[in-house]
C-alpha cells in the first residue's frame, strides 16, 4: 500500500489481476469475510481516521454537503459491512459458460466470463464508496488502483489497509489493491491507458466529466442526469401529480431526480395549478415555458438553456408540449439518457414512449427515482451508466466482467477447412 | 444519399435511428431481400462502377495488394448476396427479453435488447465490407454513415445507393444509410461524439489505431493482431509444427496469423529443425533468439522489436521460454490480446494457459488462425474486437446492440419504499 512509483503499482496491480482472476469463489468469499472482520476489529481507529479528517475539513473551511458525505461512522460502517454480506451471498460471476458450439469433431468453442482486468476507481469525497468498489472487484476478479479525494485521505488510507490486511490472510495476490494518495498520481492514472482497463468515477458532473476529457481509457459512468417526466393527455391527474413530485423532491442532489418535467398541452390546464402548488409547497422554485406562464403568469420563465440544466436542487423546469411526439423529441434533444418517463394510462402512448426515448431506463407510471441497482435488485451496484456500449444503466457486478473464447482442438489447421477437406459442423452445445 | 452537410445527415441519421428501432423484424427482412434484388438489377452499372475505380487505381500506379482488394465482381457480388441471405434468415436480435423482475406487485422491470443508434463505418479499399456493415446494421435496426476509401469512390457510390433504394422500397425511414465521399468528411465524423454512438474501423493497422487516436467515440476494432503459438513441453510434435505451420502460413496478412512461435526450453532440441525446415519450406523467413541459433546458428537474429512486430508477412519470429510461465508472461506482455495458442497433451498445462493468457481468444492444440466470426458459426460478422468493454474476440451482430430497462408501474413513488410504507419484492420473472 506504500508503493512510491505508480507504474511499479500499475505493473503488480496486471500481474495480480492474472491470479484474482482465477481464484475459486471460496477463496474470494472468505477474504470478503476476512475484509469484514478487520474493518470490525480497526473500528475506533477508522472513527479516529475518519475525525482526523472532518476536523480538518471544517477548518479549511469546505461545504457543508462535502463535508455531510465525508461522514464514516458507525452507520456507515454497518452499511459498508451489510454490503459485503451481500456480495458473499452472490453467486460466482467468473468461470460462466455462456456458450459452446462444436465447431467441428474435437473442435470445441467456448465463451466464459471472466474479470477484466485492472480497474481505476476515482471518486470524491465518501470513504465507503472505496469499501464498496473494491469489495465489488475482489467478488469480480479484478485488481483496483484507488484515487479517493483528498480531503479523505486519513479515512481513506485506513479503509484500504483493512482491506488489504483482510484479503492478504487468506493468500490473496499482494497487489491487487493500491491507495494513491497525491494529485500528480491521478493525472498519471489517466494517461496509462496501457495498464488500466476500465476507469470507474464517481462524483459530480464537472468531475466525472475531467476524468472523460482526459483519459483515453474506457469510462463506466455518466456526467450528466438530465431526466424528464413527461404527462401525457391520458395521464390520471392524481398519478401524476404524485409521481412528478417525488421524481423531483424524494432526494433532489443525485442524478435519476426529474429536471423537467413535460405537460400535454390539453392537460396544461387540468394539471399545472395542482402540480405548481404541489412543488412550491415541497419548496420547488418552478420554472415554467411561456405557454404555462400564460396560465400562472407568476412563474418564472424558463430560457433554453433551462432544458439542459442539471439543477441538483429544489428547482424544477416546466414545459408544455404538442403531443407525444413532440415530448420524445425534447427528450432525445436535451435529455442525457438517463431516465425517463410518462405518467398515461394510454397502452400506445406508453409504448411509443419507452421505444422511441433512447435513454438507459425507460419508465410508465412510476418515478424516475427508481432507476438505482438497490431498487432493481441488483444487490450491489458499480455505478449508473449512461453509455450505450458494455453495461447500460444502473451496473452490478457484470459491468466488471467480460468474457474469453477458448477453443479445445486436437492438432485442427485452417487449412483443411479452407481446402474442403473438412466442413466445419456448427452444432450448439447445451451449457445448462 | 446527396447531402451537402455531414451534420444535417447526422442529425437525419439520429432520427431515422428512432425508428428503425422500432422496426418489425418482418419489414427488415423483406427490405434485405429488396436489397438483393436492386443489386441484382443493377449489377453491370455496379461492375462498370467498379472498372473505373480500377481504372483508376492502375492509372495511379497503386499497389497491387490494395488493388486486389478493390476489386468488385461477379464472385465479390454474389459473396455479399450469400451474406444478406444469411443475415434474413437469423432471429430478430432487437426486442429481446435479457431479464424481467417484478419489482413489487404492479411495478415490473424488463431489460430488452436495442439498436445502439448511429453507426459510423470507416474502411479501407474493399467495397464489400460497405454491403455487409450496412446490411448488419439494418437487420440490428441501427442508422449508418459509411466512408469508404477514395480509390473505391464510385464502386461504394453505387452500392451504397443500391442500398438506400432497395431499403426505401420497403419504406424504411430516409436517412438510415448515408455515404460519405469526401476526405474531410471524415475527420469531421471522427469528431461528432454527439451523433454518432459507435465506430466500426475496416482496414490497416495504422488506419484504425490513427481512428482510435483521433475520437472520443467508442470505437469496435483491434490495431494489432500479435498472435503465438507455444509448444509446451508436453506438445506432440507433429501437431506442433503442423498447426504452427498452418497459424504463420495459411493466409499471412491478416489479423489472426501467429507471428511469434515460443517453444519450450526442453522441447527446442526436438522441434526446431523440423519446425524450421517446414516453415522455410513454406517461404517463411525465420528470425530467432540466442537459444535457438546455437542450435541453427544460420538463423536470424531477432532483436526486441520483434517480439511487438506484426510482420503480416512471410516473416516469423521464434523463441526459447523457459517454462510455461514464462511463455505466458511472454504473450501478456508483448501480445495484442487477440489471438494465442498452447500445443500440449498435459491438460493442467493447457488450463493454466487459458485461464492466464489475457486474450480474446485462447486456444488449444489448434491453429490461431481459427479466430474468425464465420469460422465460429456467428453467420456474420461486424469484425474482431481486441478490447474489454462490450464485445471482445470476433463480434457479430451483438455487437451492433445494446438494452434498455423499461419499469412499467401504476403510479408508485420511491418515498413509500424509503419511509418503509412500502417493501420491495425482487421476485425474478420468467422470461422464456
Known sequence: MNNPNMYEAARQARAAAVEMAVLEGEQKNRALQSIITVLRENESAIFDANRKDLLRAEESGIDAPILKRLVFDRKKLDGVIEGIQVLVNLDEPVGKLQLATELDEGLELYRISCPI??????????????VQISTLCLKSGNSVLLKGGREALETNRILASCIADGASREKLPPGWIYNLESREEVNQMLSMDREIDLLV????????????????????????????????????????????????????????????????????????????????????????????????????????????????????????????????????????????????????????????????????????????????????????????????????????????????????????????????????????
Chains 1, 2 share one sequence.
Open 201 to 432: 468515477p464517481r462524483g459530480s458532473n464537472e468531475f466525472v466529466r475531467y476524468i472523460m476529457d482526459n483519459s483515453r481509457i474506457p469510462v463506466m459512468g455518466h456526467a450528466d442526469g438530465i431526466c424528464h417526466t413527461y404527462i401525457h393527455a391520458s395521464a390520471d391527474p392524481g398519478t401524476a401529480v404524485r409521481v412528478a413530485v417525488d421524481g423531483k423532491t424524494q432526494y433532489v442532489a443525485v442524478c435519476n431526480a426529474t429536471e423537467t418535467i413535460l405537460i400535454d398541452r390539453s392537460m396544461v390546464k387540468i394539471i399545472l395549478p395542482v402540480l405548481v402548488s404541489a412543488l412550491q409547497e415541497a419548496g420547488v422554485r418552478v420554472k415554467a415555458c411561456p405557454v404555462c406562464r400564460e396560465l400562472i403568469p407568476e412563474l418564472e420563465e424558463a430560457g433554453e438553456e433551462d432544458w439542459s440544466t442539471e439543477y441538483l436542487d429544489l428547482v424544477i423546469s416546466i414545459k408544455a408540449v404538442k403531443n407525444l411526439e413532440e415530448a420524445v423529441e425534447h427528450i432525445n434533444r436535451y435529455g442525457s439518457g438517463h431516465t425517463d418517463a410518462i405518467i398515461a394510462t394510454d397502452e400506445d402512448a406508453s409504448k411509443y414512449f419507452t421505444n422511441r426515448v433512447d435513454s438507459a431506463n425507460v419508465f410508465v407510471n412510476c418515478s424516475t427515482r427508481f432507476s438505482d441497482g438497490f431498487r432493481y435488485g441488483f444487490g450491489a451496484e458499480v455505478g449508473i451508466s449512461t453509455g450505450k456500449l458494455h453495461a447500460r444503466g444502473p451496473v452490478g457486478l457484470e459491468g466488471l466482467l467480460t468474457y474469453k473464447y477458448k477453443l479445445i482442438g486436437n492438432g485442427q489447421i485452417v487449412a483443411d477447412y479452407t481446402s474442403g477437406k473438412k466442413r466445419f459442423t456448427h452444432r450448439r452445445l447445451d451449457i445448462s
Open 117 to 130: 482486468g485492472v480497474i481505476g476507481m476515482i471518486f470524491e469525497s465518501r470513504p465507503d464508496a472505496l
